[in-house]
């Protein structure tokens, strides 16, 4: 069973146009990420979702919108897309547990802008 | 901004052991050294973590120097699919927790 799935996986889009990602885990965690993968391969964190609030919103363009419908969503809508809006973005849930602490990533969505 | 410094490339042989090495000088008392890695393509997958002590997984080994400030990430018999780029990370733990990823070491397995 994927532990956290994200669709589409590929999605190409004219600039101006609105687009959602959605991010699923099956994991039971409470924590949700939404990182950005640029062409350069550097990983930044943009949103951070615990419990549906909102705790991390990184330095963000408020065309970025994330939203939690309940713990184990939580998806990315981005408006009026813009060419440097592509890259891979990996929707991550995070297991705490005892001495345990890591992320989960899921496979990642490339977004291209044309 | 990364707290950590770690080569751009590493080279092994497969077979061998892959030891990568991870500067992190300016760690605090609270901060864990994560390990994760990200082969071509896919999301990046957790390693293993430690404090300070030494740690051992079924999928690597970390030792931590004493004094905290590096760290060593050891595959014990590095196989082609653990080609792939492995990312050293400090951070605290805590509500607020989150990766922030360096540029990390692109290791190459040569069969």
């Known amino acids: 069973d994927t532990a956290v799935s994200q669709t589409p996986k590929y999605l190409v889009t004219q600039m101006g146009n609105d687009k959602s990602i959605k991010c699923e885990q099956n994991?039971?965690?409470?924590?949700m990420y939404w990182y950005k993968q640029d062409s350069k391969k550097f990983l930044k964190i943009m949103f951070s979702?615990?419990?549906?609030?909102?705790?991390i919103n990184e330095t963000v363009p408020n065309r970025f919108s994330p939203k939690s419908p309940d713990k184990a969503h939580l998806n990315l809508h981005i408006n009026s897309l813009e060419l440097g809006d592509s890259a891979v973005y990996f929707c991550a849930s995070r297991a705490t547990s005892g001495i345990t602490d890591t992320q989960y990533f899921g496979p990642g969505t490339r977004l291209t802008v044309l | 901004d990364a707290k950590t410094t770690q080569p751009p490339s590493m080279d092994c042989a497969e077979g061998r052991a892959a030891n990568l090495p991870c500067n992190h000088s300016?760690?605090?008392?609270?901060?864990?050294v994560y390990w994760y890695r990200q082969i071509h393509s896919q999301g990046p997958q957790y390693i293993i973590h430690?404090?300070?002590n030494n740690e051992t997984n079924e999928m690597a080994s970390l030792i931590i120097t004493e004094d905290r400030k590096s760290s060593t990430l050891i595959l014990p018999h590095a196989t082609l699919r653990d080609t792939a780029v492995y990312y050293c990370?400090?951070?605290?733990?805590?509500?607020?927790?989150?990766?922030?990823f360096g540029k990390g070491t692109l290791l190459t397995v040569n069969p």
């Open positions: 994991l039971g965690h409470d924590t």
């Open positions: 300016t760690i605090s008392g609270n901060e864990y």
């Open positions: 979702y615990n419990n549906k609030e909102l705790i």
């Open positions: 990370i400090v951070q605290s733990r805590g509500s607020n927790y989150k990766l922030t």
């Open positions: 430690g404090l300070k």
